[in-house]
């Protein structure tokens, strides 16, 4: 461990009902009279689902059964340098209350965003919005063709899309975007459209993606903080960028060996995994990909998948 780091293991608990628990900060500490996610320092020594365990028995009063990794999230304040490691506490046992005198509460997850947290805190909410999957949008005939795939995808559960058409031609890719649109709404999934900032703003998309050449050329988030803003990178400088000028999510690629670019060189896990713990945004591994990899990126501090062809061509 940096001893210049404070690491903190940190508990997003979910009940039966789904609701997450939030507790709030005592007046008199750093970012007191926020709201967060209960948990505390690892100590030296100690491994952060031990720590994790630890800390909601003493917190909180309960005792975890499950967890699972949520992001890590390093976050410079004025004052002090934290590294936030986040797990999804899916079981526990005990009735949660606050054991140091903390206000603590159970919340509808849709909710969070009413509540005032830490800005380190931004990305674990952004986190728990996201699917562990996310679609780009591969070959098609036409639009009749691409709705037809659109709602497949959504029959099988995938509520994250990006629409990726290169080729089309500016008025077409609006009326495509739009229509697309309208199916996704019905079904509670969100579209980001892979375009330019002018193209994007004559649509009605949840959010923009921007290629890496895009990126590079764009010194601030390019839409409001009520939109998406997803970004393809493939090093650690073009995350941090990403990450720097606002990005919600961001792809990493390839992670894997692609048919449609067999020379050029994968990244592999270990790099991935390294890579992903030094920015705090949620990172999809791209490259090589299917659903079975999900659990794999994951364990390597993934938010998730994203593919074309394993998702959208079956």
Known sequence: MNSNVIYVAVGVIRNADGQVLIAKRPEHLHQGGLWEFPGGKVNRDEDVQAALARELHEEI?????????????PHTYADKRVYLDVHVVSSFE???????????????????????????????????????????????????????????????????????EKKMQPQEFIGLANRLQTITSDS?????????????????GDGIHMTGERLRSCQKRPVDSNKLFSASTHTLEELLHASNIGADFAMLSPVLPTNSHPSEPALGWDAFSEIVKQVNIPVYALGGMTSEYVETARDNGAQGIAAITALWDL
Request: aromatic share 6%; proline share 2%.
């Open 61 to 73: 009063g309960i005792r975890v059964k499950e967890m699972s990794a949520l992001i890590t999230i």
């Open 188 to 204: 509670n999934a969100m579209l980001v459209l892979n375009t330019s900032v002018e193209i994007y703003e004559q649509t009605s």
């Open 94 to 164: 005990g009735q949660a209350h606050g054991k140091e005198g903390q206000e603590v509460l159970w919340v509808e997850q849709q909710d969070l965003l009413k509540y005032n947290f830490p800005a380190a805190n931004k990305s674990i909410l952004t986190a728990l919005s996201l699917p562990d999957q996310y679609l780009i949008t591969g070959k098609f005939k036409d639009f009749s063709d691409c709705e037809q795939k659109l709602r497949a995808v959504l029959d099988r559960g995938i509520r994250l899309i990006q629409l990726r």
